[in-house]
């Protein structure tokens, strides 16, 4: 089933039950309580009586509102694939970064004089002299205002990232590329939604390209990012794992066969994860979304066995180089003074991700990332291994290759011994401890945006034997940037069973119905 159809149910089963959704304010500041255990008080006949009177007149009035709300409003338009959730409880972007640097205060019924000619009149007619001092003071500022509506300067000094950017405003550009993600995608919204750096500061930038037939990334990241953006994509997520939850107590899906073989402390942490209280801003829009779609023809599979092959790397990676390349270029404006590039295949991560990552005050920061396992497979492991430091036997390595051979890391075809990040992780460890890299992975890459000025990128060529996000760890050290890891801070990326795990989970499940 499609997510789009899986949000439907959600929004069908909602209103069956005549349930209005609750907001995360109401679970927090008490509104929702379990009235269970409250004592019962003893009454007459004649009050009780009294109560089932009242019970039942309340609950026609309630049975009335319901119908009279869903008839007047259309709750969702099946035939438009139209999310729409009753009683909307839309933000109001009042912060005043909403509205800055693109929007300046410019009233269009002014600006729009000198449409007519007005300046043109003025002085061609009379000169500036004709004006009276208070005339000439509104001419003035009007005339700014023209210039303001075309004209914008930047002192590109106050972009340059500080490690305290939510004290310094300091606004942020996400980039998330987009490939068949159309399943991820409730976890990649609800990892944004989680994010506590001032959402009115984050521009977030969508790049979805060469999707599989059936698939439908884009048309589910529309519909999410409106939700989004009007303050109510949790309450559509929170009917969405209703839905979910009450169809799998009825029948075990095949997709998550794998989850009773996973740690059940890992699994309880990613369910303490995604469940209210959230953070005070979690519904809060953003700054803006932006969606681009566009193809650079990428063929290879995007299944997990597909997209690791060792011999479709290069290739892959340079198309991925290009992505990124184009989603910045577009995207990117004078007033970011950082850029965020996440994966959306994430499934737990710490809200404060971008605070934490920026505090070290690096040009490019990257966390650990692990991914959990099956407990028969020692139940996790170092999973992004593009985050390094060079070594000399890599280099000796890369003498020995053709200029445009791309060394991929963690293949017995490439022994570069090179110290990674993913293996530097002890779980106890100080989470802020840093150390400097090389190449990096791009699952979540935190950097200052005047590297992107000053014209590093993911190299789409073979850059010294290496291809995108790696290249763009030795590109920006080769421009005097200053690149780090957090050895001790992990992401956890999705577990996606491999051809092979697949094969041994179906072997346990035969064995367990035999027994
Ligand atoms: N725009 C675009 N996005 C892509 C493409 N391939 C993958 N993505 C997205 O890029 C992110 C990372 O993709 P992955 O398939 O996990 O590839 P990876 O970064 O090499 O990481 P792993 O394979 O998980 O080790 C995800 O958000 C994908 O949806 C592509 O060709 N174009
Ligand atoms: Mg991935």
Redesign the pocket.
């Known amino acids: 089933m499609g997510i789009l159809d899986r949000v439907n149910r959600a929004i069908g089963s909602k209103n069956k039950r005549n349930e209005f959704p609750t907001t995360n304010k109401e679970y927090t500041n008490g509104k929702i309580k379990d009235k269970k255990y409250l004592p019962k008080k003893k009454g007459s006949r004649t009050t009780k009586l009294l109560t089932t009177i009242g019970i039942i007149v309340a609950c026609f009035c309630v049975f009335r509102l319901v119908v009279f709300l869903t008839q007047d409003n259309a709750i969702f338009d099946h035939s438009k694939i139209n999310i729409k959730v009753p009683s909307y409880t839309t933000k109001s972007l009042e912060d005043a970064e909403y509205y800055d640097y693109d929007f300046e205060d410019i009233k269009p019924e002014i600006i729009s004089k000198f449409d007519q000619g007005v300046q043109h009149y003025l002085i061609s007619e009379f000169g500036d002299d004709v004006l009276t001092p208070k005339d000439n003071e509104r001419y003035e500022r009007e005339l700014s205002m023209l210039l303001d509506s075309t004209v914008e300067s930047y002192d590109l000094a106050d972009f340059r990232g500080s490690p305290k950017g939510t004290e310094h405003r300091d606004h942020i550009l996400v980039c ?6 159309e399943d ?1 995608m409730p976890l ?1 919204f609800k990892h944004l939604m989680n994010l506590t750096y001032p959402h009115e500061l984050i521009d977030l930038a969508f ?4 999707c599989s037939e059936g698939d439908h ?1 884009l048309h589910a990241l529309l519909e999410y990012s409106k939700q989004l953006q009007n303050g109510t994509l949790s309450q559509v997520f929170a009917e969405m794992d209703y839905v979910k939850k009450q169809s799998k107590s009825k029948s075990a899906s095949a997709d998550d066969m794998h989850i009773k073989y996973m740690s059940p402390e890992y699994i309880a942490e990613v369910e303490r994860a995604f469940k209210p209280p959230f953070h005070a801003n979690y519904d809060k829009p953003f700054r803006s979304v932006q969606i681009f779609q ?1 193809d ?1 023809g ?1 063929v ?1 599979g ?1 299944g ?1 066995s597909d ?2 092959a060792v011999k479709v790397q290069g290739i ?2 340079k ?2 180089g290009r ?2 390349n184009w ?1 910045t270029a577009n995207a990117i404006k004078p007033y970011h003074s950082w850029v965020y590039w ?4 994430v499934e737990l991560c710490p809200g404060s991700i971008i605070e934490d990552l920026m505090a070290k005050d690096y040009d490019i920061m990257v966390p650990n990332v692990w991914r959990p396992l099956p407990e028969f497979l020692d139940s996790e492991q170092p ?2 291994l ?1 985050s390094w430091i060079e070594s000399q036997e890599a280099i000796k390595l890369a003498h020995t290759l053709d200029e445009d051979d791309v060394i991929v890391e963690g293949y017995a075809e490439y022994p570069t011994w090179r110290v990674h990040l993913a293996y530097l992780r002890n779980a106890e460890g100080d989470p802020k401890e840093v150390v400097d890299l090389d190449g990096v ?3 979540s890459i935190l950097a200052k945006a005047k590297l992107f000025r000053s014209g590093v990128q993911f190299p789409a060529f073979t850059f010294e034997n290496h291809a995108e ?1 790696e290249a763009f760890g030795k590109m920006a050290k080769k421009m005097g940037f200053r690149v780090g890891g957090l050895p001790h801070y992990t992401v956890w ?1 999705i577990y ?1 069973p491999s051809d092979d795990d697949l094969k041994q989970i179906a072997t346990k499940e035969r064995e367990a119905r035999r027994e």
């Open positions: 998330i590329p987009l490939r068949d993600a991820v990649m790049l979805v390209s060469d990334t566009k650079f990428q290879i995007q997990f997209r690791h892959r990676r198309l991925m992505a990124r989603l996440r994966d959306a295949d999973y992004d593009n992975g791009g699952v996000t990326h996606e």
